[in-house]
């Protein structure tokens, strides 16, 4: 059972790394603001959701909880503050 | 090398990098961040002599971190202090500059 | 070279890199963004040196809170006219060696420990179990160098008098300037609706773990500023008038329990800020309480700034 719950682990959090490398390039290489935000949500939701995922088996059942929160929480505030930047370029410009 | 060793030389490395930005940028408020980079570069080899001192059942010597706990929190005070005196200076005078008028940095206007 | 210590150079390498961008990125707002990363690594960097407590204050503080007061600082002095001159090229490189001298006498200092590295952890463990809490840091602040963080809490204080000191005369008594820059933004009221409730559970539930794992008064009052500034940002409720009694009263009643406490140790355990044995927990638990609000409405009025407008009745 417990080397079922490993290779669980070793596969989600090797994805969730994935997405946050898949992310990070897109951070680096597209073109402008708004697609940028794009591959970052992608980082937020899915690689940090995979992560959370992969630890749950390892752990406890308030830390499990306490996990959950946590991507929760990251969910809630990139969500947010995504909405707020493409908000302020679409004011703005790209610039402002 | 262990770890505590190499965060040591990463904070030593701050302390330069933070004065540098101290002594180098006219604009205040980039004097007021490049002190808090040096402050972090301090709080940082506290933390190593704490890492260093560990014994038994514990990460590190509790004295020196409840320290560095204290420090940042009046850190945070003086920072906000310092941003407070440089928007009334700005407010008064117009301007965002304390170099320019002191005899000191008067070499640094000329040649610039 | 073991995957923790690839782990750690690499969050070195990370660390300077960013550090040096800040001081030397052109335009102030970026360095301040910069800042705000440097916190939070520097926060990961406090976890690998197995300082939990400090990690948190410094992504809470050193990151959060500092980073919040320079955004505000830097979107306030855009309209003022920003550079002076750089020193000339000389001075800069005679700077350099300066401060290469300071990094290496640093680290010969790091290189070079002591043969008997000094440690105070055996005293504190032992001492710890008569003070009923768990958590050695905890014990630091609040038992053995109690003196330390009262007085901690009176620079607090003073800090915030200096910031009120320097509005104008008009202002006296005033509202913040913090609505300056807030700009009433539907997904920002959204959030913070929804948030302060989850944040105001875990700022308390932080302050209350304090005792026996890492956490504490300073971490947990923070997150409750964090969640006052996040209402008053989003233009959900006004910055309260500096000359608010409860506001006043909220400021000073950590600090005068904690003195009160202290100066009931003379009488009940011969000594100032002493706790009478049996009673340590409790009533360090009640000064923790009062202090953690004391430090939210004391960090949330620092990051508010100095008052600028005359309170409107």
Same mark, same amino acid.
């Given at each position: 059972?417990?080397?079922?719950?490993?290779?669980?682990?070793?596969?989600?959090?090797?994805? &969730?790394?994935?997405?946050?490398?898949?992310?990070?390039? #897109?951070?680096?290489?597209?073109?402008?603001?708004?697609?940028?935000?794009?591959?970052?949500?992608?980082?937020?939701?899915? #690689?940090? &959701?995979?992560?959370?995922?992969?630890?749950?088996?390892?752990?406890?059942?308030?830390?499990?909880?306490?996990?959950?929160?946590?991507?929760?929480?990251?969910?809630?505030?990139?969500?947010?503050?995504?909405?707020?930047?493409?908000?302020?370029?679409?004011?703005?410009?790209?610039? &402002? | 090398?262990?770890?505590?060793?190499?965060?040591?030389?990463?904070?030593?490395?701050?302390?330069?990098? #933070?004065?540098?930005?101290?002594?180098?940028?006219?604009?205040?408020?980039?004097?007021?961040?490049?002190?808090?980079?040096?402050? #972090?570069?301090?709080?940082?080899?506290?933390?190593?002599?704490?890492?260093?001192?560990?014994?038994?059942?514990?990460?590190?010597?509790?004295?020196?971190?409840?320290?560095?706990?204290?420090?940042?929190?009046?850190?945070?005070?003086?920072?906000?202090?310092?941003?407070?005196?440089?928007?009334?200076?700005?407010?008064?005078?117009?301007?965002?500059?304390?170099?320019?008028?002191?005899?000191?940095?008067?070499?640094?206007?000329?040649?610039? | 070279?073991?995957?923790?210590? *690839?782990?750690?150079?690499?969050?070195?390498?990370?660390?300077?890199?960013?550090?040096?961008?800040?001081?030397?990125?052109?335009?102030?707002?970026?360095?301040?963004?910069?800042?705000?990363?440097?916190?939070?690594?520097?926060?990961?960097?406090?976890?690998?040196?197995?300082?939990?407590?400090?990690?948190?204050?410094?992504?809470?503080?050193?990151?959060?809170?500092?980073?919040?007061?320079?955004?505000?600082?830097?979107?306030?002095?855009?309209?003022?006219?920003? &550079?002076?001159?750089?020193?000339?090229?000389?001075?800069?490189?005679?700077?350099?060696?300066?401060?290469?001298?300071?990094?290496?006498?640093?680290?010969?200092?790091?290189?070079?420990?002591?043969? *008997?590295?000094?440690?105070?952890?055996?005293?504190?463990?032992?001492?710890?179990?008569?003070?009923?809490?768990?958590?050695?840091?905890?014990? *630091?602040?609040?038992?053995?160098?109690?003196?330390?963080?009262?007085?901690?809490?009176?620079?607090?204080?003073?800090?915030?008098?200096?910031?009120?000191?320097?509005?104008?005369?008009?202002?006296?008594?005033?509202?913040?300037?913090?609505?300056?820059?807030?700009?009433?933004?539907?997904?920002?009221?959204?959030?913070?609706?929804?948030?302060?409730?989850?944040?105001?559970?875990?700022?308390?539930?932080?302050?209350?773990?304090?005792?026996?794992?890492?956490?504490?008064?300073?971490? /947990?009052?923070?997150?409750?500023?964090?969640?006052?500034?996040?209402?008053?940002?989003?233009?959900?409720?006004?910055?309260?008038?500096?000359?608010?009694?409860?506001?006043?009263?909220?400021?000073?009643?950590?600090?005068?329990?904690?003195?009160?406490?202290?100066?009931?140790?003379?009488?009940?355990?011969?000594?100032?800020?002493?706790?009478?044995?049996?009673?340590?927990?409790?009533?360090?638990?009640?000064?923790?309480?009062?202090?953690?609000?004391?430090?939210?409405?004391?960090?949330?009025?620092?990051?508010? /700034?100095?008052?600028?407008?005359?309170?409107?009745?």
């Amino acid at each position: 059972m417990s080397l079922v719950m490993d290779i669980l682990t070793i596969c989600a959090v090797s994805a &969730g790394a994935l997405f946050f490398l898949a992310g990070t390039v #897109g951070l680096l290489r597209f073109p402008d603001t708004l697609t940028r935000l794009h591959a970052l949500t992608k980082v937020d939701n899915l #690689g940090l &959701g995979l992560i959370v995922l992969g630890l749950l088996p390892q752990t406890s059942s308030l830390l499990a909880v306490k996990l959950v929160i946590v991507w929760l929480l990251v969910q809630l505030s990139g969500a947010v503050v995504t909405q707020l930047i493409a908000g302020a370029v679409r004011q703005h410009g790209a610039d &402002g | 090398m262990n770890a505590a060793t190499l965060f040591g030389l990463c904070g030593a490395a701050l302390v330069g990098i #933070g004065l540098y930005g101290l002594i180098t940028n006219p604009e205040p408020l980039r004097k007021i961040l490049a002190f808090n980079l040096l402050g #972090g570069g301090v709080f940082l080899l506290f933390g190593v002599i704490a890492r260093r001192a560990a014994v038994a059942g514990l990460g590190g010597d509790p004295v020196p971190q409840a320290m560095v706990i204290t420090a940042i929190v009046v850190a945070f005070a003086a920072t906000a202090m310092a941003i407070a005196l440089v928007q009334r200076l700005g407010d008064e005078t117009g301007r965002a500059s304390i170099s320019s008028d002191s005899s000191g940095t008067g070499d640094g206007e000329e040649k610039s | 070279m073991s995957i923790a210590s *690839v782990f750690d150079v690499a969050l070195v390498a990370l660390i300077l890199a960013i550090g040096a961008s800040t001081i030397l990125v052109r335009k102030a707002f970026a360095a301040v963004v910069m800042f705000v990363v440097y916190g939070l690594l520097l926060s990961i960097a406090w976890v690998r040196l197995h300082a939990v407590d400090v990690a948190l204050t410094e992504a809470a503080i050193g990151g959060g809170m500092t980073g919040l007061l320079l955004l505000g600082a830097v979107a306030r002095s855009r309209s003022v006219n920003v &550079g002076g001159p750089w020193i000339g090229r000389p001075a800069r490189l005679a700077t350099c060696a300066l401060c290469a001298l300071v990094v290496a006498g640093l680290a010969i200092a790091m290189l070079h420990p002591p043969e *008997v590295i000094p440690t105070l952890a055996p005293t504190v463990m032992e001492s710890l179990p008569q003070s009923g809490l768990g958590n050695p840091v905890a014990g *630091v602040l609040f038992v053995f160098r109690a003196l330390d963080t009262l007085l901690e809490k009176v620079v607090l204080l003073l800090a915030l008098l200096g910031v009120w000191s320097l509005a104008p005369d008009r202002a006296w008594g005033g509202m913040p300037g913090l609505h300056v820059y807030a700009r009433s933004d539907p997904t920002l009221i959204f959030l913070a609706q929804l948030l302060p409730p989850v944040g105001i559970v875990f700022g308390i539930y932080m302050c209350w773990v304090g005792a026996k794992d890492p956490g504490g008064a300073f971490q /947990g009052g923070t997150v409750l500023a964090a969640m006052w500034l996040l209402v008053i940002v989003a233009g959900l409720q006004k910055a309260p008038a500096i000359g608010r009694l409860w506001l006043r009263g909220l400021l000073v009643a950590g600090p005068v329990l904690f003195l009160a406490i202290g100066l009931a140790g003379w009488v009940f355990a011969d000594a100032f800020l002493a706790y009478p044995a049996g009673y340590a927990k409790p009533l360090i638990v009640a000064v923790e309480a009062a202090l953690t609000l004391s430090i939210a409405v004391a960090l949330g009025m620092l990051a508010a /700034g100095p008052p600028e407008r005359a309170q409107q009745q």
